[in-house]
């Protein structure tokens, strides 16, 4: 409630700002009072609340092409009683989420790095988790208090002190200084007032990726999680190997095989390196962000709950399926990598 209440009061100066723009505006008509109206007016829209979009170029699937992938996900949204989603991204990302598109649209951000090292039943899991977020909430992502970041986000890189100032610069930066310390404090606070909630979200979504998956895929997705960072250094590896051995013009040849290569690395790594790392994680706090609680803890809480089994299971024809109708999208993605680098 307090959180919601500063997000409130942050969106509130944005309305104040705009009513003081158009009424300095309209009282200035035709004079140097519009000057200070338009300026409020600039500064409001700015600092706007902005629901998501899409990105440009972002890799989109749609039911169209993607049938058997839509209708998993839709079985997994049902098995936990919420809405599924309007469209499914596909990135080079080892990680997924959902999100909200405006107010009512979702959508499913897939990372294939992540994806295409999941066996079928963790891929369920990880639907699962998902959309274990849209089932019991989270405040630090909500539209009220997400775009209230963003806004407070927006006023601090405004009140960034000037780098190499000359003396009017000091000037500046000396009466930014308290306006600064004051927004990084509201920041801090809602922070503070949000994290146990997402963590909260977190473990809740990890018992939704038991319930749909079991709770075995759930475990193995954790595992797959703990060694993440082994993802990320096997597809640079892959990537930066692909674009020296090719020409100046890299073309689709030089991406085939990128998934099938780090899927294949990844069941190389045997069963005593990840219990080392599930030490390491337990000796280290290894979580995905500073947001997600440590993995090893959520495992471990997986295992301590009654054992699930799978309410929806994957089927062989289907996972070939979805396989044959994510070819062209992972193509693009594999050539994307290859061609722009892991930053691009």
Request: hydrophobic share 45%; glycine share 8%; aromatic share 6%.
């Amino acid at each position: 409630m307090a959180a919601y209440a500063i997000a409130l009061l942050v969106h509130g100066v944005t309305l104040v700002l705009l009513a003081g723009g158009l009424w300095l505006l309209i009282g200035g008509w035709g004079g140097f009072g519009m000057v200070p109206g338009l300026f409020l007016l600039a500064l409001a829209v700015t600092l706007r609340p902005r629901p998501n979009r899409l990105r440009a170029g972002a890799h989109t699937v749609s039911r169209s092409t993607a049938p058997e992938l839509y209708a998993l996900v839709d079985e997994v949204a049902a098995a936990l009683g919420t809405r599924s989603v309007d469209v499914i991204v596909l990135n080079a990302e080892a990680n997924a989420s959902v999100t909200h598109l405006g107010v009512r649209r979702r959508v499913l951000a897939l990372g294939l790095p992540l994806w295409e090292v999941l066996s079928p039943q963790e891929r369920i899991a990880l639907l699962g988790h998902e959309f274990g977020h849209f089932t019991h909430g989270d405040t630090r992502h909500g539209m009220v208090v997400g775009t209230a970041y963003g806004s407070l986000t927006t006023w601090h890189y405004y009140l960034s002190p000037i780098e190499d100032p000359d003396i009017h610069g000091y000037v500046i930066n000396l009466f930014y200084l308290l306006p600064r310390w004051l927004i990084s404090g509201v920041i801090m606070l809602l922070d503070l007032l949000t994290t146990r909630a997402s963590q909260r979200s977190e473990y809740l979504a990890d018992a939704a990726a038991a319930r749909v998956g079991s709770t075995e895929a759930a475990v193995g997705l954790m595992d797959r999680l703990m060694v993440v960072e082994s993802i990320d250094t096997t597809l640079y590896r892959e990537v930066n190997g692909r674009k020296m051995r090719g020409s100046a013009r890299v073309s689709a040849k030089d991406a085939e095989g990128l998934w099938e290569a780090l899927a294949t690395h990844l069941d190389s790594v045997p069963a005593s390196e990840h219990e080392r790392r599930r030490r390491v994680s337990a000796r280290r706090g290894h979580s995905v962000d500073a947001i997600h609680p440590p993995t090893h803890l959520r495992r471990a809480l997986l295992l301590h709950l009654p054992p699930q089994e799978a309410s929806v299971r994957a089927d062989t024809d289907r996972t070939h399926r979805i396989a044959g109708e994510l070819t062209d999208p992972r193509a693009a993605v594999a050539l994307e990598l290859v061609r722009d680098g892991l930053d691009g």
